[in-house]
């Protein structure tokens, strides 16, 4: 079946400070991923729609200039949380593309900012 | 828009009980995709399973089942005789079968969190 990585699996860092997490589909091209976020007890929200080659499609509230995608080729998407704040902290979770109609999806990074 | 409720926020059943978590959805289009994923406390999604708007079969795959049925906009899972490894939240989704700008976009709904108790 269709495997999606995620990169890194958890990752602590100071308020002010930009992290990159990374969405690989290992074994397909997919031209579209999906980043949702997840705080706790809660369900999944979607963020933005990532297009290889073009430029991402951000969900209504979702801050672009915060929130940096990057989807540079058919296997590999990045999110980018700049100056991060300790409201930024949750699990964040990126999908694939299949077909037909499904998304496969990646298992997810927990990021806290202190 | 599309709107997926699951109006159980939480259920616990003791071990080896049948259990069934409800799954009520809202859409105008005709062609449509349904799914259900767990997501265990390591917190990645398991796909269960996808039902398309024109299939109105139940599903039964082990110890699940799903009831699909259109005139009631529901999707309801199933797990008999529960397992304690059971316990995660289970989240309906829907999308949308058409090709356009918000194809494959999954509307989930708030999760279910089962509990199953030894």
């Known amino acids: 079946g269709a495997v999606v990585s995620q990169h890194p699996s958890w990752v602590i860092c100071k308020s002010g400070t930009s992290v990159k997490i990374e969405c690989r589909s290992l074994?397909?091209?997919?031209?579209?991923m999906f980043w949702y976020r997840q705080f706790p007890k809660q369900s999944l929200m979607l963020m933005a729609t990532?297009?290889?080659?073009?430029?991402?499609?951000?969900e209504q509230g979702v801050e672009k200039d915060k929130f940096l995608i990057n989807h540079a080729s058919l296997t590999l998407s990045t999110l980018t949380v700049t100056s991060a704040h300790p409201e930024d902290s949750s699990f964040y979770i990126c999908?694939?593309?299949?077909?037909?109609?499904?998304?496969?999806f990646g298992p997810g990074t927990r990021l806290t900012v202190l | 828009a599309q709107k997926v409720t699951q109006a159980q926020t939480e259920i616990s059943v003791v071990e080896k009980e049948d259990v069934t978590l409800d799954c009520v959805y809202e859409?105008?289009?005709?062609?449509?995709?349904l799914f259900w994923y767990k997501q265990p406390p390591s917190g990645e999604l398991v796909f269960l399973i996808r039902?398309?708007?024109?299939?109105?079969q139940n599903e039964i795959s082990g110890r699940y089942s799903w009831n699909f049925q259109k005139s009631t906009s529901s999707f309801n899972f199933t797990i008999t005789a529960s397992q304690v490894v059971d316990s995660a939240v289970y989240f309906c989704?829907?999308?949308?079968?058409?090709?356009?700008?918000?194809?494959?976009?999954?509307?989930f709904g708030k999760g279910t969190k089962l509990s199953v108790i030894p």
């Open positions: 999908s694939a593309k299949g077909t037909p109609f499904e998304q496969f």
């Open positions: 074994d397909f091209q997919a031209t579209t």
């Open positions: 990532s297009n290889e080659g073009s430029k991402a499609t951000y």
């Open positions: 859409t105008r289009d005709t062609t449509y995709y």
């Open positions: 039902r398309n708007s024109f299939d109105e």
């Open positions: 989704a829907l999308t949308l079968g058409d090709s356009g700008a918000g194809s494959y976009q999954l509307t």
